[in-house]
């Protein structure tokens, strides 16, 4: 009875919708796109992250770091780096995300939200670890965002929707307590809407944010409920709300990344 059993599709689309975003051929000399980093971090891997920076840092974009409320040392570490760039700040909330849990997913959006209300000038948002590094330029990546400035970028399962719901866990219920995942009960997906999602790494642009943040969409809010009780929820929610709503023709089936799955072991001789 907590969880809601419908939810309205409005997305004009009856099916799941892709639209596409091609690479840039032609440099616009006039393209100017503001970023917003989100970097969740933590550990002691100061000297990663600082690496990180010196090579995606520009003055029109904006980096936002959270730490990780168990990593004492980098917070400390961090909050002085922060004296040395206006453009960089550190969240002043701290959480304790968990792989799979609703915390990843609380910690994006606070973070999504603290962009949002602050009102630095960004156009796109995107969140970042500290083991990340570009493989493209700055300037490749404003390119790129300039052309594609009302989309969202998110990777999708490449699943059949069935197969992905079960996989994931999402038809039963999960509820996150002292660090944990516990898993409670079955459940339905609710009726109406298409369940998406694959990566937890995303880039969201500013309109489609502030929806997120502002709305008070009877959709998103049942959206959310639902999936507050949910195993991987950061893989899954953005997708499924941008999928469902009239965002959907926004969303681009690439989340500005690359992953190399395949990559060899290494094999030690003596």
Not at 110 to 121: I, P
Not at 126 to 143: E, G, H, M, Y
Not at 145 to 172: A, C, W
């Amino acid at each position: 009875m907590l969880l809601p059993s419908r939810i309205e599709r409005t997305c004009p689309h009856a099916k799941r919708f892709v639209a596409q975003a091609p690479a840039v051929t032609t440099k616009n000399p006039d393209a100017k796109i503001r970023i917003c980093y989100f970097l969740i971090v933590h550990g002691r891997s100061l000297r990663q992250i600082k690496r990180l920076v010196k090579n995606i840092y520009h003055t029109d974009h904006v980096l936002y770091f959270h730490v990780d409320s168990r990593s004492h040392w980098l917070h400390s570490e961090l909050k002085k780096l922060t004296l040395e760039y206006p453009n960089i700040f550190l969240a002043d909330w701290r959480e304790t995300p968990i792989w799979g849990g609703t915390s990843l997913l609380t910690t994006i959006f606070r973070g999504l939200t603290d962009m949002v209300e602050k009102q630095y000038k960004w156009d796109f948002f995107i969140n970042l670890s500290f083991a990340d590094f570009p493989v493209k330029s700055n300037d490749d990546l404003v390119q790129f965002l300039f052309k594609y400035r009302d989309k969202n970028f998110m990777k999708s399962h490449g699943r059949e929707p069935e197969k992905f719901i079960t996989k994931q866990g999402l038809d039963r219920v999960f509820f996150e307590c002292d660090n944990h995942m516990y898993r409670i009960s079955e459940r339905k997906t609710p009726i109406g809407i298409e369940i998406d999602g694959g990566s937890d790494w995303i880039a969201l642009n500013r309109e489609f944010s502030e929806w997120l943040v502002f709305s008070k969409d009877e959709n998103l809010e049942q959206l959310k409920i639902w999936f507050n009780y949910t195993l991987l929820p950061a893989e899954s929610f953005f997708h499924t709300a941008v999928q469902n709503t009239h965002w959907c023709e926004s969303f681009v089936d690439n989340n500005i990344r690359v992953t190399n799955w395949n990559r060899a072991r290494l094999v030690f001789f003596r």
